[in-house]
């Protein structure tokens, strides 16, 4: 099984010190919630875990891989892939558009895209998923937040990933909305995939996780199970 390791990793903005000295392993068939105030480096964790940037100092492995590199195009080559919270969908293109955006299929010949081949698989990973729409062809602005959010999420899963990092995957969605995106995380694991979501949401935290991890200003200060303690004594430690 595959895992990731981050270690004595340390991320600095200027003079703003991010990360100091962090050590974290994820393990597969495993989600992983991170919590914690704003500014704690939870987002600039998972960042530097999808290649966005490059740590300071020290390593970050996937298995016996060393991730050392500032390109998310590499990180992906290595099955990890990021949902942002912006979730980075083109909203003027379609729902086929967006989860083959950068990852087209072409013909061997011309080299043009195959419309069908993309709208064919993309019918097939929304199948698998329980992702229902209508028109995949419909601009994904016209759509709700729950089913943005699900396509991003669907983009994510489509290439068969080893990680998925999610950034505040329920904020801002109605509660049926939510209930779909657990949902689809859930299954991400259960398909044996390293799962790491940030949220603030710590209702959706301990619906979804197998394991929390708290953070403070640039360092872990708590790794619980959800099952083992409660949502007020996380509070306690975020806020204390």
């Known amino acids: 099984m595959n895992s990731l390791h981050v270690y004595d990793v340390e991320k600095s903005f200027g003079a703003v010190n991010v990360l100091r000295g962090l050590s974290l392993s994820f ?25 966005l940037h490059k740590p300071d100092k020290g390593t970050i492995r996937l298995g016996d891989t060393l991730l050392s590199s500032t390109s998310t195009r590499q990180h992906r080559t290595q099955g990890i892939e990021m949902v942002y919270q912006d979730l980075a969908l083109a909203k003027q293109q379609s729902t086929v558009a967006n989860l083959f955006m950068g990852r087209e299929i072409t013909h061997r010949v011309f080299g043009l895209l195959n419309n069908q081949a993309m709208f064919r698989q993309a019918q097939e990973k929304l199948n698998q998923l329980g992702i229902l729409l209508p028109d995949l062809q419909k601009p994904v602005g016209t759509l709700s937040g729950g089913q943005q959010q699900a396509i991003a999420i669907a983009r994510a899963a489509l290439f068969d990933p080893k990680v998925l990092l999610l950034d505040e995957p329920t904020a801002a969605l109605a509660a049926r909305e939510v209930q779909h995106v657990l949902d689809l995380i859930r299954q991400q694991r259960d398909l044996g995939r390293i799962v790491v979501l940030i949220s603030h949401r710590l209702n959706d935290v301990f619906a979804v996780a197998d394991r929390i991890v708290i953070m403070k200003q640039g360092v872990v200060i708590g790794d619980v199970s959800p099952r083992s303690t409660t949502l007020a004594q996380v509070v306690e430690k975020i806020v204390g």
């Open 27 to 51: 393990s597969a068939a495993q989600v992983t919630a991170i919590v914690g105030d704003n500014g704690a480096g939870k987002s600039t964790l998972l960042k530097l875990m999808a290649g």
